[in-house]
């Protein structure tokens, strides 16, 4: 850890952690500690609070919600318990949704990561235009999502689009692939386009992680002979790891919750092919209005998102990356 | 390391607290700027009903999100014609028009009036209806129109947000695709029929008959019907039917041996036939389902008629024509086809009037032109109307002055001038054809008979959820029969639960 933390952390002599502890609690007064302790919640309180009305107040609410039958129709809503749950878990669209979800997630973060590290370790190299290829490399990034959907629907049409003129160009005869109007390439087509629109966030933030890695430890690992996948895996890698953790968390909650792409080019189709949660939320509130079931939707996509997430962030404090 | 302290707050928080829980409020607010701000769908189940207007404005939810795509403009036969596409990404979602506020010459308090409609973007017709508002104020100087906006996508979740959370319009625009009647079944609407019954400029005569009906529901009026369109007309390369030695079908056997002698893959193909999940989709079938003299329901609504055999018969048709279309019809929306029909890909594509334009600014060259619909021998051609009807909120407290805006709204002259649609009153609809579109005649011939069964019932957008899925079994190959019994089944389950 770099020195300025110990200059923040102000009256510590010395730099051995373990004597600082019982040392600063048995100097401090009782009532200091309580006017800081105060402090303290004054200073979080106002994001409590707007964490509280903006995100738990709803969401308690769309809990309650599930448990009824509310349509737009139908504006007092009866109670009907599991039901909206039951309903769901006995209908297979549901479980495709939850299969198309967890394989559109995975495969996008895997490869976002890959991608933007890859990608990364190539602009953190010295040569010529290299300013000009990273704002490049970040244009997708920046696209709207909607425009990049509509974007890549063109590509993907079978005869004016450019994705089958580019197989063409190899020889390949001409495929005619109607990649989003089949049902078995339409998911990896909305997932290849998620992966060419999310991966420059990975890269820029692995690019700022490269740049703090420090070049004597990488010098050194030169001198002892290591070689580049030595280099990287043994001394870049561990360097940027919390950058990579911290990446692939972010990442893995906005690609979950993200709506703009598939909505734009398959709407959720062909069938029920690439619909995944956002998508079929909409489909069943805003659509059909049935809000119960949509609730019941929301909460299921919550559920296993904040699994998703608690598990994460007790990963990143076991290996303490939080701190 | 780990026992490093800030003492800056303290002994008590270390600094791996407060990281922590910087780490979580980042999480936390990562889950919630992923789940409310830019995925509306993902608002939607943290925020829920009510709660949602309130707190988020409808504004919030719109640009980056479910933004304006071509794929969704056409989900409604009304949808301007390109507007919400082409301008609707860089447009904010809920503009304010014009906040103008004119001087007041005494008399009465003030009045503000709220009216919301769906983002046109031709400057023209904006212009027109800033001039239109002005010309109210003038005649009316204690009641001042606010005016607000939406890209057509986000418009419906808008307005149902603000039905269910209180912060309503006085007036607004809703679809004739069944919006109408689902607004009035919820109970957020005022029915009409005493103000129509006591005025003098809105009388049933004067309108195209399908866009008046669309606003009956339970033996009431609940809209006044502002503009009209109908699915579709056949729109067709001369070109390339003239070197086929084809001439425009009427019926559906000659449309077979045209898109038989037509079809070239892979340089040329038949026609754009349309098959993604959307309401254009819906209302194509609709047409070809009504002119074999089948229906999805009986008029009251009640009895599922999708898998009788005349509405059986136009889906066995309808899956024959996807040997024509190229490769795609699965995912394939109005806009696609728009785009093969004017890169010179398809000899016909199937689209309301609102797309000459479109035609015209994109493929200035291609010679198109476009005649009726072919029906099945011996029967004429049905369209499916679909269009916009002017409604009263039930929370408005000026519903006198509402109703004053709505006559204004469908006078002759200014029906003519604010429309980018043909205006649902029928003298005004003749002139805005006449002076504006390619074969006047035949569009306003599908106008007068074409029907708007989408009405019928308060949960249209579940059965049309229905039909979807059973365009999608039928395109993917499955039998029409099997795919519309299943479908009959599905729809009958949501009859029933209304």
């Known amino acids: 850890m770099p020195q300025s933390w110990h200059a923040v952390g102000g009256d510590f002599l010395a730099d051995t952690a373990s004597q600082v502890k019982p040392a600063a609690a048995a100097r401090a007064p009782r009532r200091r500690a309580w006017r800081d302790a105060y402090l303290g919640y004054f200073l979080i309180a106002p994001t409590l609070i707007l964490i509280g009305v903006l995100i738990v107040l709803p969401l308690v609410e769309a809990i309650g919600l599930s448990f009824t039958d509310k349509l737009f129709i139908n504006p007092t809503p009866r109670f009907v318990g599991l039901q909206n749950y039951l309903n769901a878990i006995q209908s297979d669209v549901f479980w495709r949704v ?189 659509e059909q209005t049935k809000l119960g079931a949509a609730t019941t939707m929301g909460v299921v996509s919550l559920v296993i998102l904040l699994v998703f997430a608690l598990f994460y962030i007790r990963e990143l404090n076991r290996a303490r990356v939080l701190e | 390391m780990r026992d490093d302290q800030v003492s800056l707050l303290g ?26 701000a830019p995925a509306t769908p993902a608002a939607a189940p943290t925020s829920g009903g009510a709660a949602a207007a309130p707190t988020q404005p409808p504004a919030a939810a719109a640009p980056t999100t479910v933004a304006p795509t071509r794929a969704a403009a056409p989900t409604t036969a009304a949808a301007a014609p390109t507007a919400a596409a082409t301008t609707a990404p860089a447009a904010a979602a809920t503009r304010p028009v014009a906040q103008a506020t004119p001087a007041v010459s005494g008399g009465g308090p003030k009045i503000t009036l709220n009216y919301w409609d769906f983002q046109q973007s031709d400057k023209s017709i904006l212009d027109a209806f800033e001039k239109a508002r002005q010309d109210f104020q003038k005649a009316n100087p204690n009641i001042e129109v606010k005016v607000t906006v939406t890209p057509y996508p986000q418009y419906r979740d808008a307005l149902l947000k603000a039905a269910q959370g209180g912060n309503a319009p006085d007036v607004a625009t809703v679809d004739q695709g069944g919006w109408t009647t689902e607004f009035a079944a919820s109970g957020t609407i005022l029915p009409l029929d005493d103000l129509v019954g006591k005025s003098s400029v809105i009388k049933k005569d004067v309108y195209f008959p399908g866009a008046w009906d669309s606003n009956f529901y339970q033996g009431k009026m609940w809209g006044v019907p502002m503009n009209n369109d109908v699915w579709e007309e056949n729109y067709y390369n001369a070109d390339l039917l003239n070197s086929a030695g084809v001439k425009p ?42 002119s074999n003299g089948g229906a999805v329901l009986s008029d009251d609504g009640k009895t599922v008629m999708i898998n009788q055999p005349p509405a059986v018969e136009a889906l066995d048709f309808y899956q024959s024509l996807a040997q024509y279309a190229p490769e795609g019809t699965l995912n394939r929306a109005e806009p696609d086809a728009a785009n093969l029909f004017t890169a010179g890909k398809i000899a016909m594509t199937w689209d309301g009037s609102w797309q000459q334009d479109t035609y015209n600014n994109r493929a200035p060259n291609m010679k198109w032109d476009l005649a009726m619909m072919p029906a099945p021998k011996g029967k004429s051609f049905v369209g499916c109307l679909g269009g916009w009807n002017l409604v009263i909120f039930k929370q408005s407290k000026n519903q006198d002055a509402a109703f004053k805006w709505i006559e204004f709204l469908s006078d002759k002259q200014v029906q003519q001038d604010v429309n980018s649609l043909i205006p649902a009153r029928s003298d005004a609809g003749e002139a805005f054809v006449r002076a504006k579109r390619k074969q006047p005649d035949v569009i306003l011939k599908t106008v007068q008979t074409g029907k708007a069964p989408r009405s019928n019932s308060p949960v249209w957008p579940q059965i049309s959820d229905a039909l979807q899925t059973m365009m999608q079994d039928l395109l993917s190959g499955t039998k029409a029969k099997d795919a519309a019994d299943k479908a009959a089944s599905a729809i009958d389950k949501i009859v029933k639960s209304v």
């Not at chain 1, 580019?166 to 078995?184: A, C, E, M, R, V």
């Not at chain 1, 050194?220 to 953790?245: F, K, Y």
């Not at chain 2, 008590?12 to 700027?33: C, I, K, N, Q």
Request: net charge neutral.
């Open chain 2, 11 to 36: 002994r008590r928080l270390t600094r791996r607290d407060m990281l922590r829980l910087l780490g979580l409020g980042t999480a936390a607010l990562g889950l919630a700027a992923c789940s409310q």
């Open chain 2, 249 to 290: 079908p009427t019926t559906w056997d000659e449309l077979t041996d045209a898109l038989k002698k037509l079809n070239k893959p892979p340089d040329q193909f038949g026609v754009g036939l349309l098959g993604h999940k959307g309401e254009d989709t819906i209302v194509t079938i609709l047409s070809f389902i009504m």
């Open chain 1, 98 to 286: 939850v299969l198309n979800s967890l394989l559109w997630a995975g495969i996008v973060v895997v490869f976002q990561f890959l991608l933007g590290l890859g990608s990364a370790l190539l602009l953190n190299r010295n040569f010529h235009g290299q300013a000009l290829a990273r704002a490049l490399v970040i244009l997708p990034w920046v696209t709207p999502g909607v425009v990049a959907g509509l974007l890549w629907k063109l590509l993907y049409d079978p005869y004016i689009g450019g994705v089958n003129a580019f197989i063409h160009l190899f020889g390949i005869p001409d495929p005619w692939i109607p990649w989003l109007g089949n049902p078995s390439t339409a998911l990896g087509a909305v997932i290849f386009t998620a992966i060419w629109k999310g991966s420059p966030f990975s890269m820029v933030m692995y690019l700022a992680a490269l740049q703090g890695v420090s070049q004597d430890s990488i010098e050194a690992a030169l001198i002892d002979g290591a070689n580049g996948w030595n280099r990287l895996w043994h001394v870049i890698l561990p360097e940027i790891m919390p950058t990579v953790r911290i990446t692939v968390l972010l990442t893995s909650v906005w690609t979950f919750n993200y709506f703009d792409l598939i909505y734009v080019l398959t709407h959720g189709g062909p069938g029920e092919s690439t619909e995944i949660f956002p998508t079929y939320i909409y489909r069943l509130f805003f």
